[in-house]
């Protein structure tokens, strides 16, 4: 197998990333479905699409990429597995507000390494890989503000002195 460049591995980070995102998504949708927060719904379902459409075009990068497909899906596969193993330990047994929690660091580590790709990619110049992140950028911020929004209206909905 093909050892990844910095580029490279980014780039299957953030691959792998946006498939868990999918599944994370899916997971609140679950929890906020129990709680009957329909609101919340029509966020999450855009999230998932949209980190459906990021999984389209990082995949299309990284299938450009000669001689490196095989080990950019390999640490895809990877990443996504570590992501899904945080998740189930961090939301078991959860509410909504936990998913919300959960999503907003994993928006936030989202959005670092998609600014850490584009620092690199500012050195080695890719057009592809460019505009990858002029697109997915943008976008992962508005997630991870999002995410923090809600889960903070969603807080200021508790009782704080109600027992776990």
Not at 148 to 164: G, I, N, V
Request: glycine residues 4%; hydrophobic residues 40%.
């Amino acid at each position: 197998m093909a050892e990844l460049t910095h580029l490279d591995e980014k780039l299957a980070e953030v691959l792998g990333l946006a498939q868990a995102a999918q599944a994370a998504t899916a997971k609140v949708a679950d929890l906020a479905r129990e709680e009957d927060l329909t609101d919340l719904l029509g966020v999450l379902t855009q999230m998932s699409d949209d980190a459906e459409e990021l999984e389209n075009r990082c995949q299309a990068v990284a299938d450009s990429r000669e001689g490196m497909k095989t080990a950019i899906k390999d640490k895809a596969r990877e990443t996504k597995a570590e992501v899904q193993d945080f998740m189930q330990s961090y939301l078991e047994d959860a509410e909504a507000l936990d998913g919300l929690e959960f999503l907003t660091m994993a928006e936030a580590g989202e959005m670092i390494h998609w600014e850490i790709l584009t620092t690199l990619n500012d050195t080695a110049q890719d057009s592809t890989i460019r505009e990858l992140t002029d697109f997915a950028v943008p976008l992962q911020r508005s997630h991870m503000e999002s995410v923090h929004e809600r889960a903070l209206r969603l807080a200021a909905e508790e009782d704080p002195s109600e027992s776990d």
